[in-house]
Nanobody, 127 residues
Framework: QVQLVESGGGSVQTGDSLTLSCVAS??????????MGWFRRAPGKAREFVAA?????????QFADSVKGRFSISRDNSRNMATLEMTSLKSDDTGVYYC?????????????????WGQGTQVTVSS
């Protein structure tokens, strides 16, 4: 079993930046095989894909259209950590952000392909 712990959520204003971090732990986890990503759930809406880094050779980070150009995702394999850097935040970015990890992820937008989920961290963007 792989455990995920998110950190970095908070309340900011429109246009601000915020960085979320997620650390994976567990005997099964390794950076070569386990992709990492983020989903979010806005108030009253279904959970949606935000971003992911995959493990396939020559893969590039994947982003939801709504965050392209504003969010970036990176990994620090020495710390089993994934970081989501969010800039130019909008009120629509408000929600609970969940870190995810999974093996053999090909289509990161699908919830069912992810093996482990974090507890979530709240991000609130106000104008």
């Amino acid at each position: 079993q792989v455990q995920l712990v998110e950190s970095g959520g908070g309340s900011v204003q429109t246009g601000d930046s915020l960085t979320l971090s997620c650390v994976a732990s567990g005997r099964a986890f390794n950076n070569n095989d386990w992709a990492m990503g983020w989903f979010r759930r806005a108030p009253g809406k279904a959970r949606e894909f935000v971003a992911a880094t995959l493990t396939w050779r020559d893969s590039v980070p994947q982003f939801a259209d709504s965050v392209k150009g504003r969010f970036s995702i990176s990994r620090d394999n020495s710390r089993n950590m994934a970081t989501l850097e969010m800039t130019s935040l909008k009120s629509d970015d408000t929600g609970v952000y969940y870190c995810v990890t999974g093996r053999g992820v090909v289509v990161p937008t699908l919830e069912r392909v992810w093996d482990s989920w974090g507890q979530g961290t709240q991000v609130t963007v106000s104008s």
